[in-house]
């Protein structure tokens, strides 16, 4: 008894080595056998490819497949009816659809899992993925493999090679769009759009594409297509020097306009009577001792950035020019130069008394010495993480290079406060730059400046801790987007490709800094348009103090220097807002100078056919200051009385006064007006409405400039959430939403963007309101939409040559027109504030207004804009 018991013992010790033995080697295996492939010879596959190429930027290629396996003869049909979380529904769907393959997938997308649905005897999977032709690199979505062509460049070839059911029934359509193809095999139907082969095997199906290994799946030729001229452009285009060199080219428009902008901001003001001879005043303040001042400011950060930008661009080559540790060592000196360089701890001089420079009491140089020394210990600090991260290396677990393919947890702590730092001196380097230009500006509240002034380290460790979470959303971000990226490429692959994901992971979280640096200087044009309304703001101030002395008349509206730094405002947020609508980037810098050319071709036409030019410049001598214009506005509102009595005469309502009396009263209107000029009659179509309008609604053009701007910035904004909705709603970009690390902070910078374009759009529009032609302010809004309309045009026509749809193009200028429109006729009430409480709505009182200015055509103009923006949101929506 025992001795069986000792022999049932040992049997199972032996069983148990076995098991322990034989269980890795079966894990080795991949799982080929297991999937038993050969029962599933009997099902019948259906596969079709889609090639999508006009009106987009980049060929799309989706794939739909059908798989209908007989339940009895496949003995894991069953769970393919699982959840999709299931481990069974998984193991199912891989030997179905992947079967041997275990490799990333990493240019395939799906909007879902495939769908398994049980009929009868058997289960049917339908399998969708799509993709796009981006580059000029292999592509892999469902059965179907798209590769180029060694000797024909423009030629791809479509191959069909499932890693399963090659002994299954295929019926294969292609739809291809358009292209120019040529297909193999007998298919059973073709024409000029399609190619479609019948229920065949797929050794009958098309011919051998290319020889394979022993034990790997065929691959089988069906079609070759030949791309466009333009679609081959836009991908030669992606991966030429030609594409940096067009950004290049951006920057070197920006960062030369801007210094022209600043050289120009120092001379000295024409006459307070706008284009006539006279005293001229000489700008104060914009230049100090030692460099200091905003102009020398504006111009370093001019030289800065374009040098910046160059240096990025060489990053951005690929293979890198410049290994990971070298790459991050230059962006952390240069984080941490652009900082100190900035010295955000510089006052300048006040506005208000430009001549007397900066303060340089005792008090002023205490603070400036605490300001400073926060600034660059903070700095020093965090830029000081960043490098000992580099050159401590061995101590974190990493190699000399950085990058590696496993690392411990202290390696991934590393690259985490490598990159955090880098990115947190990027950050605090263009924070400086901003309030450098602001406060030298005067567009900075007091309150704020004193603050800075007597609690520097408290302001300092507030502004750090928010540009920390600033990048550590920003981490998160990659974080978040490396997981679903890993999700989609490894979907239904093999746990041995776990392996991988470290390296996947490690990869980026090494290059985290530069991938957000690259997209933080993308939008550091924010800076060169703080300079910009720095620069005019100061001149203003300058230019009011000055005249206030002097007891003169500050100019009808910007002096020529001022008209430079307008214009340069414009390109720069409502151009260049529209230019990422245009073909591609190389057309930036023409389309940067052709904002700025039109607009100042607009301007010329308003000095002839605005109202105020032709009334005149002795008209503006004779009408400037507070208490005239109070005089202008009260005979404006006389004339819109009498008009209406006469109107009421006309209709039977109006009793008591005479048409007679009515018409004495206005010629006495039209008499002061002529002397106003000094006899010089002004034009019969202008009347002292139009003029007390296209005065607006303040004394000064910068005080219109700023109204407008906030109005446009409120008109704006369901604007914006538009344009963002629809950049969401196409497919690619959804797609880069959960799949790209910049892509939620692109959404949140791009709605911060448009809002900058439409307060910048009503600010020039405010500033230059005296000075455009046109007798109705909708005609003004319409002269400076002109403006944006010219290079608009050309990228509309561009964007139909190469075959992109310009929908979102038309509809930006559409918009940009529309609230052009609204924020005038919003202007119109503004100037007549004062008749506000004769009418029950502000709407009532537009309305009032333009019922003597052609009220009709003025509501038709304005639901022809909606309506034509309405139509675009249809279209675009349907695509």
């Excluded at 400073?372 to 960043?386: N, R």
């Excluded at 910009?532 to 101030?541: E, S």
């Excluded at 004779?622 to 006389?638: P, W």
């Excluded at 010629?667 to 409405?689: A, E, T």
Aim: proline letters at 5%.
């Amino acid at each position: 008894m025992r001795e069986i018991r000792w022999w049932r013992l040992l049997s199972l010790v032996v069983l148990a080595v076995m098991w322990w033995g034989c269980a890795p080697a079966e894990a080795r295996q991949s799982g080929h056998d297991a999937c038993r492939e050969d029962q599933l010879d009997s099902s019948t596959v259906n596969a079709t490819i889609h090639f999508r190429q006009h009106g987009r930027h980049y060929i799309q290629v989706s794939s739909d497949m059908t798989v209908e396996v007989p339940v009895r003869e496949w003995s894991m049909a069953s769970q393919l009816t699982f959840s999709a979380e299931s481990p069974e529904y998984r193991t199912a769907m891989h030997c179905l659809l992947r079967g041997s393959d275990n490799s990333l997938h990493s240019t395939e997308w799906r909007n879902d899992d495939p769908v398994a649905t049980a009929d009868g005897d058997k289960v049917t999977v339908a399998y969708s993925s799509y993709t796009w032709i981006k580059g000029h690199g292999d592509l892999g979505l469902g059965p179907w493999k798209i590769t180029r062509d060694k000797k024909k460049k423009d030629t791809w070839e479509v191959i069909l090679r499932p890693s399963t059911l090659q002994k299954a029934r295929w019926n294969v359509m292609a739809e291809l769009g358009g292209l120019k193809f040529k297909h193999y095999g007998q298919p059973w139907f073709a024409d000029k759009t399609k190619a479609v082969w019948a229920t065949q095997p797929l050794e009958h199906l098309c011919p051998v594409a290319h020889p394979v290994r022993p034990g790997q799946p065929h691959e089988y030729r069906c079609i070759e297509v030949d791309l466009p001229w333009q679609r081959s452009l836009a991908l030669s285009w992606d991966e030429s020097l030609w594409k940096p060199a067009g950004i290049a080219t951006w920057w070197a428009f920006a960062s030369g306009v801007l210094a022209l902008a600043a050289l120009r901001a120092q001379r000295p003001y024409a006459s307070p009577a706008f284009g006539t001879p006279g005293s001229r005043w000489r700008v104060g303040g914009f230049r100090g001792g030692r460099g200091e001042g905003l102009a020398p400011s504006v111009l370093q950060w001019a030289l800065l950035s374009g040098a910046v930008a160059l240096t990025l661009l060489l990053f951005l080559h690929d293979p890198p020019l410049v290994k990971l540790r070298e790459r991050t060592l230059i962006c952390i000196a240069a984080g941490l130069t652009l900082t100190l360089v900035a010295r955000p701890w510089y006052g300048g001089a006040s506005p208000t008394a430009p001549n007397a420079g900066t303060d340089e009491s005792d008090g002023s140089k205490g603070h400036r010495r605490r300001q400073a020394y926060a600034v660059i210990g903070f700095a020093s600090v965090v830029a000081a993480i960043g490098m000992l991260v580099i050159l401590g290396h061995k101590l974190l677990g990493l190699p000399q290079g950085l990058e590696t393919k496993a690392t411990p947890l202290s390696g991934k702590v590393g690259y985490v406060l490598m990159g955090l730092a880098t990115v947190w001196l990027w950050l605090a380097a263009m924070a400086a730059w901003a309030w450098r230009f602001a406060r030298e500006g005067g567009l900075v509240p007091a309150r704020w400046i004193s603050k800075w002034d007597k609690a520097p380290v408290l302001c300092v460790t507030a502004v750090s801790a928010l540009l920390g979470m600033v990048a550590g959303g920003l981490l998160w971000c990659l974080r978040w987007t490396l997981e679903n990226q890993w999700k989609r490429a490894a979907w239904l692959s093999d746990a041995n490709l776990a392996a991988n994901h470290e390296k996947y992971v490690n990869h980026y979280l090494a290059n985290f800094s530069f991938t957000d640096l690259t997209w933080i200087y993308t939008y550091s044009w924010f800076l060169a348009g703080t300079a910009l309304l720095a620069m005019l703001h100061f001149r203003f101030t300058i230019q009011r103090t000055q005249a206030a002395r002097k007891m003169e008349n500050i100019p009808l509206g910007p002096d020529k220097p001022d008209l430079l730094l307008i214009a340069a405002l414009f390109a720069l947020s409502v151009g260049m807002r529209g230019a990422k609508f245009a073909s591609n980037n190389a057309q930036y810098g023409i389309w940067f100078a052709l904002n700025i050319i039109s607009l100042f071709a607009v301007l010329a036409a308003g000095r002839r056919w605005s109202v105020l030019g032709q009334m005149g410049d002795l008209f503006y001598m004779h009408t400037s200051g507070i208490n005239k214009r109070s005089e202008l506005l009260e005979k404006a509102h006389q004339y819109r009385n009498l008009n209406h009595q006469m109107q009421l005469l006309d209709q039977g309502r109006a009793s008591g006064v005479t048409s007679e009396q009515l018409e004495d009263q206005l010629r006495g209107l039209r008499q002061w007006l002529v002397s106003r000029c000094l006899k010089k009659n002004p034009p019969d179509q202008i009347s002292i409405l139009d003029v007390a309008l296209a005065w607006g609604p303040e004394a000064h053009w910068w005080s219109n400039a700023v109204r407008a701007a906030r109005l446009a910035f409120c008109f704006g904004v369901p604007a914006s959430v538009a344009l963002l909705y629809l950049e969401m709603t196409d497919l690619y970009n959804g797609e880069q939403l959960s799949t790209e690390p910049t892509a939620i902070p692109s959404v949140v910078a791009g709605f911060i963007a448009y809002q900058t374009a439409w307060a910048g759009l009503g600010f020039v529009l405010g500033a230059v309101w005296r000075l455009l032609p046109g007798r109705r302010s909708t005609a003004r809004a319409w002269s400076l939409a002109f403006a944006y309309a010219v290079p608009a045009l050309l990228g509309a026509l561009l964007n139909r040559y190469t075959d992109v749809a310009p929908r979102m193009l038309v509809l930006y200028s559409v918009l940009t027109l529309l609230i052009l429109t609204l924020t005038s006729l919003w202007l119109d009430t503004s100037t007549l504030s004062e008749e506000r409480q004769y009418w029950p709505s502000r709407f009532a009182l537009l309305l009032s207004i333009h019922r003597l200015r052609g009220l009709s055509g003025q509501v038709a103009w304005l639901l022809a804009q909606m309506a034509v923006v309405v139509t675009i949101l249809k279209e675009l929506l349907k695509r």
